[in-house]
């Protein structure tokens, strides 16, 4: 039965508003400045035992611009290494080897290697030889751990065009002087996080303190991401523009007990963005963890003693897992806000669901909807489309209630008026939307879409960007 345009346009502006057959054509807007996300630190902000660099190799075509960067742990004891990597069936050559890698050392690494420019993906043997010699060269040319038999390798990343091959002969050259050039000094950890970037607008890197065990700990973290975003990462078990990331602490943490932390992490941030629904053949999320910390939390002096190692089993593992949770969580909204041609950030809450699994597949079907992400960008108050969304997610169909759902836009913690705008209430539209107020909200850079299902007290966040003309524009000749 059709639905008469009449009666729905007395029932709801907004949605009458999406039936009418002509429309002013909406102009290109620019992007907002992200130079406000990129941030300064001191020397002490970054965790103990580690050295970076970063330089130039010749992968991307314009001169200097920094395309190949190393970190090392200089702890003679051996660091503890985790990954989540990507569940797409093309895995890239550089996922194979890093998993490869902490299989045969049981969780240990020296540090890693990554490039940008080239994903070194669907490249054959060729592309697996060129990631064994990045790994192997960069372990060759640092020194050796003394007690450490067999000496653990070290972990390769890359992202860029995927289907070409790394100019493995210029990588290789620039290695030595790469290694020679490592340093713990600000601007060397920053000249790393831009080592990382393709069609990033800005270099992703983040520092927290905290106090674990007695000890005060750092968390350096570094990402990457603007397009090819939709991550699934999960522990690297075989058979198992791009998403890289890598978050380094000083703490002493066990293999076992960072990998099942990381996961955590992971499950509740980097899997839960999506920029376009995409998932990369190259996403990866490292984590290490080298036992470098030597403050005593309350005393503020240096301890001699190595700190007590965090095991699944101590009392304070749930207190680092929180702590990585909620950095990872910063690091994964920063690849949103940088999404291509991006205007907005919004977070898509889920509440009051029968599962955390049925609100996360929720919000995440929101989140993926090219339809809500151009409505976004228009600054369309279009409501209709998030129902949509919800509706047709796969766990929707025998958990949600239409009668019970209701979808408000919420405005954000700094917004000066704090009135949320209800547009459904338990699957009635509002009758007298206030469309001025709608305006101002979708106005902002941040928005906040709530949706409530009524139907349990389960909740589940995720974190999308809009869809521009400029996501087009770069997407159209990401090669050239």
């Given at each position: 039965m059709?639905?008469?345009?009449?009666?729905?346009?007395s029932?709801?502006?907004?949605?009458?508003?999406?039936l009418?057959?002509?429309?002013?054509?909406?102009?290109?807007?620019?992007?907002?400045?992200?130079?406000h996300?990129?941030?300064?630190?001191?020397?002490?902000?970054?965790?103990?035992?580690?050295?970076?660099?970063?330089?130039?190799?010749g992968?991307?075509?314009?001169?200097?611009?920094?395309?190949?960067?190393?970190l090392?742990?200089?702890?003679?004891?051996?660091?503890?290494?985790?990954t989540?990597v990507?569940?797409?069936?093309?895995?890239?050559?550089?996922?194979?080897?890093?998993?490869?890698?902490?299989?045969?050392?049981?969780?240990?690494?020296?540090?890693?290697?990554?490039?940008?420019?080239?994903?070194?993906?669907?490249?054959?043997?060729?592309?697996?030889?060129?990631?064994?010699?990045?790994?192997?060269?960069?372990s060759?040319?640092?020194?050796?751990?003394?007690?450490?038999?067999?000496?653990?390798?070290?972990?390769?990343?890359?992202?860029?065009?995927?289907?070409?091959?790394?100019?493995?002969?210029?990588?290789?050259?620039?290695?030595?002087?790469?290694?020679?050039?490592?340093?713990?000094?600000?601007?060397?950890?920053?000249?790393?996080?831009?080592?990382?970037?393709?069609?990033?607008?800005?270099?992703?890197l983040?520092?927290?303190?905290?106090t674990?065990?007695?000890?005060?700990?750092?968390?350096?973290?570094?990402?990457k991401?603007?397009?090819?975003?939709?991550p699934?990462?999960?522990?690297?078990?075989?058979?198992?523009?791009?998403?890289?990331?890598?978050?380094?602490?000083?703490?002493?943490?066990?293999?076992?007990?960072?990998q099942?932390?990381?996961i955590?992490?992971?499950?509740?941030?980097?899997?839960?963005?999506?920029?376009?629904?995409?998932?990369?053949?190259?996403?990866?999320?490292?984590?290490?963890?080298?036992?470098?910390?030597?403050?005593?939390?309350?005393?503020?002096?240096?301890?001699?003693?190595?700190?007590?190692?965090?095991?699944?089993?101590?009392?304070?593992?749930?207190?680092?897992?929180?702590?990585l949770?909620?950095?990872?969580?910063?690091?994964?909204?920063?690849?949103?806000?940088?999404?291509e041609?991006?205007?907005k950030?919004?977070t898509?809450?889920?509440?009051?669901?029968?599962?955390?699994?049925?609100?996360n597949?929720?919000?995440?079907?929101?989140?993926?909807?090219?339809?809500?992400?151009?409505?976004?960008?228009?600054?369309?108050?279009n409501?209709?489309?998030?129902?949509?969304?919800?509706?047709?997610?796969?766990?929707?169909?025998?958990t949600?209630?239409?009668?019970?759902?209701?979808?408000?836009?919420?405005?954000?913690?700094?917004?000066?008026?704090q009135?949320?705008?209800?547009?459904l209430?338990?699957?009635?539209?509002?009758?007298?939307?206030?469309?001025?107020?709608?305006?101002?909200?979708?106005?902002?850079?941040?928005?906040?879409?709530e949706?409530?299902?009524?139907s349990?007290?389960?909740?589940?966040?995720?974190?999308?960007?809009?869809?521009s003309?400029?996501?087009?524009?770069?997407?159209?000749?990401?090669?050239?």
């Amino acid at each position: 039965m059709r639905v008469p345009t009449s009666l729905l346009r007395s029932r709801s502006p907004l949605l009458s508003r999406s039936l009418q057959t002509s429309a002013p054509m909406l102009s290109a807007k620019p992007a907002p400045s992200k130079d406000h996300h990129v941030h300064a630190y001191a020397p002490t902000a970054f965790p103990l035992g580690y050295v970076v660099s970063a330089t130039h190799c010749g992968i991307k075509k314009k001169a200097g611009v920094l395309d190949l960067g190393v970190l090392a742990s200089t702890t003679d004891a051996p660091c503890a290494a985790a990954t989540c990597v990507t569940r797409n069936v093309f895995k890239a050559a550089p996922v194979t080897v890093t998993t490869d890698v902490l299989a045969r050392s049981g969780g240990y690494a020296r540090g890693f290697v990554v490039n940008s420019g080239c994903a070194n993906a669907v490249t054959g043997k060729r592309g697996l030889a060129d990631a064994w010699t990045m790994s192997d060269t960069v372990s060759s040319l640092l020194p050796p751990l003394s007690g450490a038999q067999p000496q653990p390798g070290t972990l390769v990343m890359s992202t860029g065009v995927i289907g070409q091959h790394l100019p493995i002969g210029s990588i290789s050259a620039a290695l030595p002087d790469l290694t020679q050039a490592l340093s713990d000094s600000p601007n060397a950890w920053l000249d790393l996080a831009k080592a990382f970037m393709t069609t990033d607008t800005f270099p992703k890197l983040r520092a927290r303190t905290f106090t674990l065990a007695g000890r005060e700990v750092r968390l350096a973290g570094i990402d990457k991401g603007a397009g090819m975003i939709a991550p699934n990462m999960g522990p690297p078990q075989p058979p198992h523009a791009t998403l890289l990331g890598v978050i380094a602490t000083d703490a002493n943490v066990s293999p076992g007990a960072l990998q099942a932390a990381l996961i955590y992490a992971v499950d509740r941030s980097f899997n839960n963005i999506t920029v376009d629904g995409d998932m990369s053949t190259n996403d990866t999320i490292l984590a290490l963890a080298n036992g470098a910390a030597g403050k005593v939390g309350d005393e503020g002096r240096e301890s001699a003693d190595r700190m007590e190692e965090i095991t699944e089993d101590h009392p304070e593992f749930g207190t680092f897992k929180e702590e990585l949770r909620g950095f990872a969580e910063e690091l994964a909204q920063l690849v949103v806000r940088d999404g291509e041609g991006a205007t907005k950030f919004v977070t898509i809450c889920v509440k009051n669901a029968p599962s955390y699994d049925v609100a996360n597949a929720v919000a995440k079907s929101v989140a993926s909807s090219s339809l809500f992400k151009t409505a976004m960008y228009g600054e369309d108050a279009n409501w209709g489309r998030i129902l949509c969304a919800v509706g047709y997610t796969p766990a929707a169909f025998d958990t949600v209630t239409p009668s019970s759902v209701s979808v408000t836009f919420v405005p954000t913690p700094t917004a000066a008026d704090q009135t949320p705008l209800r547009l459904l209430t338990n699957g009635e539209p509002e009758p007298d939307i206030d469309e001025a107020r709608a305006s101002v909200l979708l106005a902002d850079e941040d928005i906040n879409v709530e949706i409530d299902l009524g139907s349990g007290t389960d909740e589940a966040r995720v974190w999308t960007c809009d869809f521009s003309h400029e996501y087009v524009t770069i997407n159209g000749s990401y090669r050239s």
